[in-house]
T-cell receptor
């Protein structure tokens, strides 16, 4: 069966360090992968999209890598700040009966400690 | 302001009653989605629609129904057949099904007592 796994439910890091979150998938061949941020009680907010033919994407302090051989994406936040504390979700597209749909992982809750 | 609006934010219903959650977008998006989120879990897809008058079941469609009569609107009905309806419901839209970001509403927290 198809699975999306985010490596840990929770991750605590010290302010100023780089946070690295992992998204692994099995039995998918996604054309692209997305990362979202979700704050408690709110809807997710889009951060970055990376396509299968792209190795790396950057946006300000964020960096995403996509390794289709390992079936893995890494999400990095450099110089982390307490305001970065949130749950981060990865999402993959999936072809289902000719329709494309977006499927989410369970998320990693990041806590940046001052 | 363009965006996607869910209402109400909190909803309480008695067991056995059907309830309809509203989702409206003025982003001119073709695709719309409904997800359910339970505590400590990711988003699970209930239904999705890529065009008006067409929709598809997601991974957990049992006990739910939708309609897509207008491009802007994608209401979700939680029926009495849904065994565990208490959850956080999220609606999203995107320009199309592929290669595009999804915009989410603020969610509706449904509690069935």
């Amino acid at each position: 069966s198809q699975k999306i796994e985010q490596n840990s439910e929770a991750l605590n890091i010290q302010e100023g360090k780089t946070a690295t979150l992992t998204c692994n998938y099995t039995n998918y061949s996604p054309a692209y992968l997305q990362w979202y941020r979700q704050d408690p009680g709110r809807g997710p907010v889009f951060l970055l999209l990376i396509r299968e033919n792209e190795k790396e994407k950057r946006k300000e302090r964020l960096k995403v890598t996509f390794d289709t051989t390992l079936k893995q994406s890494l999400f990095h936040i450099t110089a982390s700040q307490p305001a970065d504390s949130a749950t981060y979700l990865c999402a993959l597209d999936m072809n289902s009966g000719g329709y494309q749909k977006v499927t989410f992982g369970t998320g990693t809750k990041l806590q940046v400690i001052p | 302001d363009g965006g996607i609006t869910q209402s109400p934010k909190y909803l309480f219903r008695k067991e056995g009653q059907n309830v309809t959650l509203s989702c409206e977008q003025n982003l001119n998006h073709d695709a719309m989605y409904w997800y359910r989120q339970d505590p400590g879990q990711g988003l699970r897809l209930i239904y999705y629609s890529q065009i008006v008058n067409d929709f598809q079941k997601g991974d957990i469609a049992e006990g739910y129904s939708v309609s897509r009569e207008k491009k802007e609107s994608f209401p979700l009905t939680v029926t009495s057949a849904q065994k565990n309806p208490t959850a956080f419901y999220l609606c999203a839209s995107s320009t199309g099904p592929q290669n595009t970001e999804a915009f989410f509403g603020q969610g509706t927290r449904l509690t069935v007592v």
